[in-house]
């Protein structure tokens, strides 16, 4: 069964930082590229970050360029995104998501369960 | 920078044949995807590349791409079709996301 799990989210003062992970099982993690996602609540969907199946290539929405960094060890299944400097608007619940493809622009084929980012005092 | 505009809401009645919409610039010239987000759950990806489905998705969801417009068609609507809808491009090298359409089943 392919299957994604997202850790690392939790409660974090405004400058601070945090590193999300995302599991990965069931696939050929090394074949997919990979993505973020978040929404903050009751918002709708906002595209994050990307990269390419073996990392040669990242992608960064404006809102978080700079800040964001994403990465992925294919050895370890599992693609991370290491946020910096964070704002009262990075809260959101975030959700690691498969591409149908290597590249990109294949559809986002399985999502995780996402994992809650708050960004407070 | 490149935007995707859906209605907020649309509604159909059990049984009949609802439409959303998702317009942007020469959109056909793109590919689309669409999700499908019920409350408190992950979106599942129910049309990508315009018109194909994910196995597992109902052939009752189909979608078409064609000059200024994407559309999502969903056939005999069900009760458990009642959820949030998004469409998706890339534009150059990032992702868009249209707003969401909320889908009521009546």
């Known amino acids: 069964e392919v299957q994604l799990l997202e850790s690392g989210g939790g409660l974090v003062q405004p400058g601070g930082s945090l590193r999300l992970s995302c599991a990965a099982s069931?696939?050929?993690?090394?074949?997919?590229?990979m993505t973020w996602v978040r929404q903050a609540p009751g918002k709708g969907l906002e595209w994050v970050s990307h990269?390419?199946?073996?990392?040669?290539?990242?992608y960064y929405a404006d809102s978080v360029k700079g800040r964001f960094t994403i990465s992925r060890d294919n050895s370890k299944n599992t693609m991370y995104l290491q946020m910096s400097s964070l704002r009262a608007e990075d809260t959101a619940l975030y959700y690691c998501a498969r591409d149908l493809f290597a590249g990109y622009d294949g559809g986002f084929d399985c999502w995780g369960q996402g994992t809650l980012v708050t960004v407070s005092s | 920078s490149y935007e995707l505009t859906q209605p907020l809401s649309v509604s159909v009645a059990l049984g009949q044949t609802a439409r959303i919409t998702c317009e942007g610039n020469?959109?056909?010239?793109?590919?689309a995807h669409w999700f499908q987000q019920r409350p408190g759950q992950a979106p599942i990806l129910v049309i990508y590349r315009d018109n194909s489905r994910p196995s597992g998705i109902p052939e009752r969801f189909s979608g078409s791409n064609s000059g200024n417009t994407a559309t999502l068609t969903i056939s005999r609507a069900q009760a458990g079709d009642e959820a949030d809808f998004y469409c998706?491009?890339?534009?150059?090298?990032?992702?868009?996301f249209g707003g969401g359409t909320k889908l009521t089943v009546l």
């Open positions: 990269i390419r199946s073996h990392g040669e290539n990242t």
């Open positions: 069931g696939f050929t993690f090394s074949n997919h590229a």
């Open positions: 998706q491009v890339w534009d150059g090298t990032t992702v868009v």
């Open positions: 020469n959109i056909g010239g793109r590919n």
